[in-house]
């Protein structure tokens, strides 16, 4: 009974920003880790960061510096700042939510994805 919406995916020219949004809705007790996940055509699905309720983060290495993840708890929403993006950064991009749906039991989530699209 969760659903992850994104958005904030476009088109930007090499050097520029974005920022994504997902918002988790329905009926759970509270959400572990919120994050995002990548692919490229061709390419399987990859980290690009997390973060835990306590705040503790986790980046893949080719992100490092250039993204920057947050959370809301309140509102049940996480973002990606994205600077800095290259071509290469092209992809799909998934919210991603660990989520407790019972008391003592995490279940994983995923979003429908939202397109980025990085031109040279």
């Known amino acids: 009974q969760v659903q992850l919406v994104e958005s904030g995916g476009g088109l930007v020219q090499a050097g520029g920003s974005l920022r994504l949004f997902c918002v988790a809705s329905?009926?759970?007790?509270?959400?572990?880790?919120m994050g995002w996940y990548r692919q490229a055509p061709g390419k399987q699905r990859e980290l690009v960061a997390t973060?835990?309720?306590?705040?503790?983060?986790n980046y893949a290495d080719f992100v490092k510096g250039r993204f920057t993840i947050s959370r809301d708890n309140d509102k049940n929403t996480v973002y990606l700042q994205m600077n800095s993006l290259k071509p290469e950064d092209t992809a799909v991009y998934y919210c991603?939510?660990?989520?407790?749906?019972?008391?003592?039991?995490?279940?994983?989530?995923w979003g429908q994805g939202t397109q980025v699209t990085v031109s040279s």
């Open positions: 329905g009926r759970f007790f509270s959400i572990d880790v």
């Open positions: 973060q835990a309720s306590s705040g503790s983060t």
């Open positions: 991603q939510a660990v989520v407790k749906t019972y008391r003592y039991v995490n279940n994983n989530y």
